[in-house]
């Protein structure tokens, strides 16, 4: 190997001679033209699922959320307070009892169930009650209120009758006082 | 994107082979050389599928090469030539049936990867692929003087481990 020349050596020309066997350079050709057909089909086939799949996407959000808002709707309604309570308390004490098979336990259920009822009426009996009471009170202090009102509407006239019994009453004083002076004077007389 | 896939088959066919023995001077491997280049062809292919421009897609197609070419050896798959050619595997074109064809080509290798890489680099894309220094500057991130004064270093260098050797 001699290097007589920097552009033209022979030190490089095994290298240049480096390639690859046809068979190797078809071979890598055929998997790149096959990667570039798998890539472009996916590529298409997401660019076209992709406006529909961001629709399926929301409309999922959509039905859960409707749902989610429903169920608690519902289990707000079907409570104690509730609209739907009488028939869902109705339709899961059937349920209760149509599992249960043994007799002594649905008697059990039934009683429990009786009781369960007798409390509730117990209860909503005591907060009508005390929503009545609660009422009357209201309405008692209504009518304190316009009552006072009443009064102060009426105030001098009270005042002067007032004041004119204050003056009947030194009147009647002064006049007593008048007599006992009277008196003592005739009594002195008598005795002296 | 028909278009780029015309222009990757067509640098394809004109730089496989080069891109193959770039890949092979470094690996010192033929099937790791030829598995780099088949991934330079395609990571270049989702480059361009990303939207991205190729200005020079040869520059492009080596650059990615060099890239692939370190990862292997970062990532220690490759031996070391003179470990290669101690256990008298086949470092050579297997087409090269000539025994001598075959010692002059791993000594000829062996004599540019005694070279530091970023001279045996721009030294083997400048006088084995014929490349201009211009797409050289691009492949290496350096200007093209940089480039010039390393190949010219790097025939100095070469000439004198020939010398030597």
Known sequence: ?192 | MKDYRQQLLAAYEQYADALFRYCYVRLQDRELAKDAVQEAYTRTWRWLTDGNEPRNLRALLYRTAANISIDELRRGRTESLDALTEQGADIADPSATDPSVAARLAEALTLVNRLEPKYRDALLMRHVDDMPVKDIAIVLGESENAVSVRIHRAIAKLKELHDHA
């Open chain 1, 1 to 192: 190997m001699t290097m007589h020349d920097t552009e033209n050596n022979d030190a490089l020309s095994p290298i240049r001679e480096i390639s690859l066997a046809p068979g190797e350079k078809r071979r890598i050709r055929l998997h790149l033209e096959a990667y570039i057909d798998v890539q472009s089909a996916r590529t298409s086939s997401r660019s076209r699922g992709g406006w529909f799949s961001h629709h399926v996407g929301l409309a999922v959000v959509v039905l859960i959320a409707v749902t989610a808002g429903g169920t608690v709707t519902l289990a707000h309604w079907s409570g104690p307070d509730g609209f739907f309570y009488p028939f869902r308390k109705s339709v899961t004490e059937r349920v209760e009892l149509a599992l249960t098979f043994d007799d002594e336990e649905r008697l059990d259920k039934e009683m429990e169930q009786l009781e369960r009822a007798l409390g509730e009426e117990e209860l909503f009996a005591e907060r009508e009650f005390a929503a009545l009471a609660a009422e009357s009170v209201a309405e008692e202090r209504n009518e304190d209120e316009e009552e006072n009102e009443d009064d102060d509407d009426r105030a001098p006239e009270r005042d002067a009758e007032a004041q004119r019994d204050m003056d009947d009453f030194d009147r009647e004083l002064n006049g007593l006082e008048k007599e006992l002076r009277e008196f003592d004077r005739e009594a002195e007389d008598e005795l002296g």
